[in-house]
């Protein structure tokens, strides 16, 4: 006689996606870090004094990332779009 397979609860069934999407971006930010170590130190080694990015100020998750790096803020931008449209 053969045994149904245990039904997980809801909150286990919930949890595991979550779960699996945490150790994805915890290993993604794991690479991007060790990317951006690699790219500052070829920076050193070549005379380099300043590292600096541009960001859309929306990507909250994207700075909190740069600012453990030890990024911090240093200016707002300004852009003025030149596309081709009649006035």
Known sequence: ??????????SERDEAPRSR????????IDIAGRR???AHE???ES????AQLTTDRSRADAHRFYERLGYTA???G??????????
């Not at 006689?1 to 809801?10: F, N």
């Not at 999407?21 to 993604?28: K, P, Q, V």
């Open 1 to 10: 006689m053969s045994r149904r397979p245990r039904r997980r609860a809801d």
């Open 21 to 28: 999407f945490g150790e994805i971006a915890s290993h993604t």
């Open 36 to 38: 951006f170590a690699w």
């Open 42 to 44: 070829r920076g050193r």
């Open 47 to 50: 005379g380099a004094q300043l």
């Open 74 to 76: 240093s200016h707002e």
């Open 78 to 87: 300004l852009k003025l779009d030149l596309g081709l449209t009649s006035t």
